[in-house]
C-alpha cells in the first residue's frame, strides 16, 4: 500500500521556524520525486518545492526562495521541507506528493498525503 506521511506542522509566530517531514512507502522511494503542496483557505492549492530522489535537483516557488530548504534522506525514504523566516501568509495545510520527475501542476502527482496544517502567527 502506496502512503505518504506529514509530519511536524504547527502554530508558530512569524519569523519562526518549522521542519515538515513526509514518510514515504509502498512504492520505490528512488524513482520518485517528492513535492511539497500547501493550500490556504479559499485558496487553490500551490506548489511549493520538489526534489528528485535521483539525482538531488530541487525547486522551489518564487516566494519560499531562501527561506525554505527541501532535503531527502533515501535510505530512510524520507524528504525534509524546512522552512525559516515563517509568514502569515505561509498558514496552509502543506501535503507532500509523489511523482515520476519534478513537474508544476499537481494532477501529474500520483500519490499524496493527508496534509499537516502549519500556521504562522503575526
Known amino acids: 500500500e502506496v502512503q505518504l506521511v506529514e509530519s511536524g506542522g504547527g502554530l508558530v509566530q512569524a519569523g519562526g521556524s518549522l521542519r515538515l517531514s513526509c514518510t514515504a512507502s509502498?512504492?520505490?522511494?528512488?524513482?520518485?520525486?517528492i513535492g511539497w503542496f500547501r493550500q490556504a483557505p479559499g485558496k487553490e492549492r500551490e506548489g511549493v518545492s520538489c526534489?528528485?530522489?535521483?539525482?538531488?535537483?530541487?525547486y522551489f516557488l518564487d516566494s519560499v526562495k531562501g527561506r525554505f530548504t527541501i532535503s531527502s534522506d533515501n535510505a530512510k525514504n524520507m524528504v525534509y521541507l524546512q522552512m525559516n523566516s515563517l509568514k502569515p501568509e505561509d498558514t496552509a495545510v502543506y501535503y507532500c506528493a509523489a511523482v515520476p520527475v519534478c513537474v508544476s501542476g499537481d494532477s501529474w502527482y500520483d500519490y499524496w498525503g493527508q496534509g499537516t496544517q502549519v500556521t504562522v502567527s503575526s
Open positions: 526534489i528528485s530522489s535521483s539525482d538531488g535537483s530541487t
Open positions: 509502498g512504492f520505490t522511494f528512488d524513482d520518485f520525486a
